[in-house]
């Protein structure tokens, strides 16, 4: 199920509101991290640790001196002492408001999580965890898909702000003054009638395929081919509710047209759904695995998305399919790290 909610950044509901989306029971709004301040002292087959910085995810975070907390093994330096779930860190790290420059690591063999400098991935220092936080304070949208939450970077649909284009320098030289000329009269004319609003286009896409997917027979294949042909056409010339139309006559025919599934996510990145067109381009490169400009379009997708990690996993598969292409391992080479 796709679920989509539009909230804050770096606030409790947000956090609680995605990780109760995936499934998760719980969430944590504070983390406590060990630093080289932390104390630890050797007691029976384990340790007592006194001190640590709390970071929390509204960005508001302090040492706290007075912490205590018996550990099985040495934490390094910025290891995440707070138990936690893999989902629910993934939601703290996408919801909530770090440190400048910090990030939260991949898990090591024993599960344990840290906060890491994303530029040199060690360990952040005290130091580092007094940073102010990232000042990224704008609405975040969360999506659900497949029970993992992805957090946009942007609000989804905005458009970017036109670039000024500045004017050429007036030129004294270069004026010539407008001949004078007496206007020749017209009689006045009524305005134009206002025209409606066009109604807004409800993007709903049909079912996900199964797996493994059994493909129509030949002649029912090539009808739903054709249906993908007009509904491009439509797309095409702005006529949506046409595409959309078109589009889900070809599933219905063949629940397994690949074609199908890439146009719809077309027609739904062109009406800035792209949570959506998320969906449907996983549904197409799980139907059409060997076409490169599938994986290269989800990479720009998750992309646009913020889904740095995702959208390099996409870039290497379009890449390995398309090895000289040049769009596929530039995305890669510019998202990979996460």
């Given amino acids: ?34 630093t080289e301040k932390s104390s630890l002292d050797a007691i029976g087959l384990g340790y007592e640790l006194a001190g640590a910085w709390q970071l929390s995810c509204s960005g508001k975070s302090k040492w706290d001196g007075g912490f205590l907390a018996d550990v099985d093994n040495d934490p390094g330096f910025g290891q995440v002492l707070t138990a936690v779930t893999p989902l629910a860190m993934h939601c703290f790290a996408q919801a909530c408001a770090l440190p400048e420059g910090a990030c939260i690591g991949d898990p090591d063999a024993s599960g344990n999580f840290a906060v890491i400098d994303c530029a040199s991935s060690l360990p952040v220092d005290h130091g580092g965890l007094a940073r102010a936080p990232q000042g990224d304070k704008d609405a975040k949208t969360v999506v659900v898909i497949d029970g993992k939450p992805l957090v946009a970077a942007t609000v989804v649909g905005t458009p970017p702000p036109a670039a000024y284009t500045p004017q050429p320098a007036y030129e004294p030289s270069s004026y010539a003054a407008p001949a004078l000329t007496t206007p020749a009269y017209s009689a006045p004319t009524a305005p134009p009638p206002p025209v409606a609003p066009a109604a807004p286009v409800a993007l709903d896409l049909p079912a996900d395929p199964p797996d493994p997917c059994t493909p129509a027979p030949d002649a029912v294949r090539a009808e739903s081919r054709k249906r993908v042909g007009t509904g491009d056409e439509y797309r095409i010339t702005g006529r949506v509710d046409e595409a959309l139309r078109d589009y889900k006559a070809a599933l219905t025919m063949d629940k397994c047209n690949g074609y199908a599934w890439m146009s719809l996510s077309m027609l739904a990145n062109g009406q800035g759904r792209t949570d959506l067109g998320i969906r449907a381009l996983r549904n197409t490169t799980r139907l059409l695995p060997a076409h490169p400009g599938a994986f290269l379009m989800l990479g720009k997708a998750y992309e646009s998305f913020g889904q740095r990690t995702l959208a390099a996993d996409a870039y290497r598969k379009a890449s390995e399919l398309a090895p000289s292409n040049a769009e596929a391992i530039e995305g890669y080479m510019r998202t990979r790290g996460g």
């Fill in 1 to 34: 199920m796709l679920l989509t909610l539009t909230l804050a950044l770096a606030d409790d509901a947000t956090l609680a509101a995605c990780c109760r989306a995936g499934g998760a029971s719980a969430c944590p709004s504070t983390l406590a991290l060990r």
